[in-house]
């Protein structure tokens, strides 16, 4: 499995992190909740519903890995040099990664908790998913000062599988890109701009 310098690692998700709510602020936010609700197909998902779904799983990892943090702070459990990537974690954030021309590896369907509605308040959906990465960044610099590696995280769909909290970070910010680049897809196939004009 890959090893990192721990530090670095963390410093590489924060600047993915920083690059995916630029991106979003920047394309999508002068956008109406119309406009973000718009699907490229009956079977696609929309900007706003792109983003919920992300949305969904902050709502999830994001208490979790601040109880794991907060564990690693109050136990001092000093961060290490290195940091070894899982088996099942490392599959998960490769999976889940888009690849170097835009392309997704592993497709899979959305289970039912994290299946976004069709109609949403396009505008607050796409607050709540900028303060959460807000949230992961401060998470990531606290990081730095905890074991990432044996501090661990339920993942979602099987609560008794764990993961450490760097491949938990690893997955979560993947996972992000590869809906990120959905909802800049729906925009484009939908011909949506972001100087398209504020609701008032």
Known sequence: MPE???HQLLDELARDTRTLAETVEKEFSRMT????NRQPAPDRWSIAQCLDHLNSYGHYYIPLL???????????????PR?????????????????ADGSIGLKSKAIKAHTPA??????????????????????????????IQTLRVPIS??????LSVGDTFRFLIAHQQRHV??????????NLQSTISVES
Do not use: C, H
């Open 4 to 6: 990192f310098q721990s």
């Open 181 to 190: 680049l959905q909802a800049r897809r729906a925009a484009s196939e939908l």
């Open 118 to 147: 069709s109609n949403l308040d396009g505008r607050a959906v796409l607050t709540l998913f900028l303060e959460q990465q807000q949230a992961i960044l401060d998470l990531l610099d606290r990081a730095k000062r905890v074991n």
């Open 33 to 36: 909740s119309k406009d973000l």
């Open 157 to 162: 769909i099987a609560r008794f599988i764990r």
């Open 66 to 80: 601040e109880n794991a943090v907060l564990k690693g702070e109050q136990q001092q459990l000093a961060a290490p």
């Open 83 to 99: 940091f070894r990537s899982g088996w099942l974690g490392n599959y998960f954030a490769n999976a889940m990664k888009p690849k």
